[in-house]
């Protein structure tokens, strides 16, 4: 009789007990869970070179003949994906209905802990619990925003190619994989007749402390996510609102019928700041659709805008943010290693002289034009995705009022205030610091080409011209 499914793969994310998923799925006879094996920076596991017999080199070339030799290999095979990894085969993977889908989740806060200390102790997998290494994890707001809105917008997307698809998933949470009849539910669900007897022994939890003794900031982190008003964060593949993917993102003024949707990396310290001296001051940020319909409905007249930055500019900051940025190492070692893009060692980042700068920018710059093209294993970094396409997921709940450009922001502000009513205070551009060298100092024609080449419909779409220094 054939198989059910030719093959598997679980969607997971760092965090959320998929190494122990993973061993389960291993003790089942005749089952095989290849790892991470479309990860940008490893095949299966670190410090392998191929997989199957196909290299990490072959696989960036062409991730499909990895997927056809796992599936082709004896027995049932699979692995494991998470939202960065190789976007090419997604399609592939949600289109095939005999793939088996199996969707692992953890409440997103617990996942996010968890990642912040792994990182911080340098210790992924603990098999016991004698040689358990410590820390506390400091919350970031922010971050964990970026964070929850990655995985809810996979999730999501995840949710919506099974719908119209007609296929189903095996859902797991975290908690379920220690519960050896969920399990055992899976392997049937897979068409495995053997059954497990025991959770093999092999990994133990790492952090089995409540949160309020895993985070220093334990008090900040409870207001951040009361702000947030999400019910339910463990259940986010079914019970979660459809959200515009940047909602959480905007910021209205207090005082005015003003909204700014920003497109990040820019002027967003300098705006803030002008927006909060608008009429009686302060800001509402960390909006939902429903919040932000309200306070639609409450400001009639209200104008909502978005900045534009010129696409060589907004490169070059999204690439000093890349060498700059700590939660950017794993980016900086994908795009030595894989792009060849000359970024030093990170311990070195800070001695690159303008040349070694320049040279290595414009290797980013040749990286960003596959990559926004779906073209690359590594994910499209909102950082440095095209503004077309920013603006085109604004435009899934709302576009902008007014979409300006940075060189015109002064005069652009003055004209939105006067619309609604307000007094328009001094607007005041930020220094951006932290950039190695600017702009005009490393500018030429051929980091222009590179960048229309890579942001072509940016220019044809929005009309820049060269930059100017």
Partial sequence: MMRRFETFVMFAEMRTGSNLLESCLNALPGVTCHGEAFNPALIGYPNRGDLLGVSLAARDADPFALLTRIKAAPGLNGFRYFHNHDPRILQTLLDDPRCAKIILTRNPIESYVSL??????????????????????????????????????????????????????????????????????LARFLGVEAALEAIPGTMVPQNPEELAQKVRNFNQMETSLARLDR????????????????????????????????????????????????????????????????????HPGHRSFTVLRHPLLRAHLAFSW??????????????????????????????????????????????????????????????????????????????????????????????????????????????????PYPLGAIYDETLESAARAAYLRDYITFGFAAWRP
Avoid at 152 to 161: G, S, V, Y
Avoid at 249 to 258: D, E, M, N, P, V
Avoid at 383 to 392: D, E, K, R, V, Y
Avoid at 405 to 422: H, Q
């Fill in 116 to 185: 912040k200390i792994a990182r911080s102790t340098g210790q992924w997998k603990l098999g016991d619990a004698r040689h358990r290494k410590q820390a506390l994890a400091d919350f970031d707001s922010d971050e964990f925003e970026n964070h929850l809105s990655s995985l809810e917008a996979f999730q999501t997307n995840l949710l919506h190619a099974l719908q119209t698809s007609g296929q189903t998933a095996f859902y797991l949470d975290y908690d379920d994989i220690r519960d050896l009849k969920v399990l055992n539910g």
């Fill in 231 to 298: 019910f339910n964060l463990s259940r986010l593949p079914n019970f979660e609102p459809r959200r515009g993917p940047s909602v959480p993102g905007f910021i209205a003024s207090k005082g005015a019928g003003l909204l700014y949707m920003p497109v990040r990396p820019g002027q967003d310290i300098a705006l803030r700041e002008w927006l909060a001296l608008l009429g009686d001051g302060g800001l509402e940020e960390g909006f939902s659709q429903k919040t932000l319909r309200q306070w639609k409905r409450a």
């Fill in 322 to 435: 890349v060498l700059a940025r700590p939660g950017q190492a794993d980016t900086r070692a994908i795009l030595r290693k894989t792009y060849k893009v000359p970024i030093p060692a990170d311990e070195k980042i800070g001695g690159m002289d303008v040349t070694e700068f320049s040279a290595a920018f414009l290797a980013f710059l040749r990286f960003l034009k596959p990559n926004v093209n779906g073209q690359t294993s590594l994910r499209i970094d909102p950082i440095w995705a095209s503004q077309t396409a920013i603006l085109h997921g604004f435009s899934q709940f709302a576009s902008p009022d007014m979409i300006m450009r940075e060189t015109d922001i002064i005069t652009d502000l003055a004209y939105l205030a006067k619309v609604v009513g307000v007094a328009a205070p001094r607007f005041t551009p930020k220094d951006e610091t932290g950039l």
